[in-house]
C-alpha cells in the first residue's frame, strides 16, 4: 500500500465508528491472548497492530470523542443473537467467567475480595447451564 493510499484511507477512516470496530478487535485479541494456555503471540501481534492502527487513525482524527469510539466498541461487543434458557445461561456463565479472569488478573487488596465474589457467580453460572439442560430434557420428554 503507497504511502498516500494509506494516509487518505486513515485521514478518510478517522471517525468514533470505525476507531470503535478497532478498539473492539483490540480486546477481542486481548482477550484471546489471556484466554489460552499455550502461545498468545499471535494475539498479541495482533493486539499490537490493531493498536497501532488505532492510534494511526486517532492522531488523524479531525473531532476525537472518545467516549463515543467506546461506546461503538462496547457496541460491537454485544452479542445480539436469538437464545434459548441454556444458551442464555451458557453465555452468562462465559460473561461471569470473564469477570473472574479479569478480578484474577488485578493486583490490588480489593480485587481479592472481587475475584473471590465473582469466582462463586461464575460456579453458580455454571450450574444454573446444568439446571436449564435438565429442564429442556424434562420438557422435550413431555412433548413425545
Given at each position: 500500500m503507497d504511502d498516500d493510499f494509506?494516509?487518505?484511507f486513515?485521514?478518510?477512516?478517522?471517525?468514533?465508528?470505525?476507531?470503535?470496530h478497532h478498539l473492539a478487535e483490540l480486546v477481542r485479541s486481548l482477550v484471546?491472548?489471556?484466554?489460552?494456555n499455550s502461545d498468545t503471540s499471535s494475539q498479541l501481534f495482533r493486539a499490537s497492530e490493531i493498536l497501532t492502527t488505532l492510534i494511526q487513525l486517532m492522531s488523524r482524527a479531525d473531532d476525537l470523542r472518545p467516549g463515543e469510539i467506546v461506546q461503538e466498541a462496547a457496541q460491537d461487543l454485544a452479542i445480539e443473537e436469538p437464545r434459548d434458557r441454556v444458551n442464555e445461561a451458557i453465555?452468562?456463565?462465559?460473561?461471569?467467567?470473564?469477570?473472574?479472569?479479569?478480578?484474577s488478573s488485578c493486583?490490588?487488596?480489593?480485587?481479592?475480595?472481587?475475584?473471590s465474589k465473582r469466582?462463586?457467580?461464575f460456579l453458580t453460572a455454571i450450574q444454573w447451564i446444568e439446571e436449564a439442560r435438565e429442564e429442556r430434557r424434562r420438557?422435550?420428554?413431555w412433548r413425545l
Open positions: 494509506r494516509e487518505r486513515l485521514k478518510g477512516n478517522a471517525n468514533s465508528r470505525y476507531m470503535g484471546r491472548a489471556m484466554a489460552t453465555l452468562d456463565a462465559a460473561r461471569m467467567g470473564t469477570r473472574y479472569l479479569v478480578e493486583a490490588d487488596n480489593a480485587a481479592r475480595g472481587r475475584s469466582r462463586e457467580e420438557s422435550s420428554k
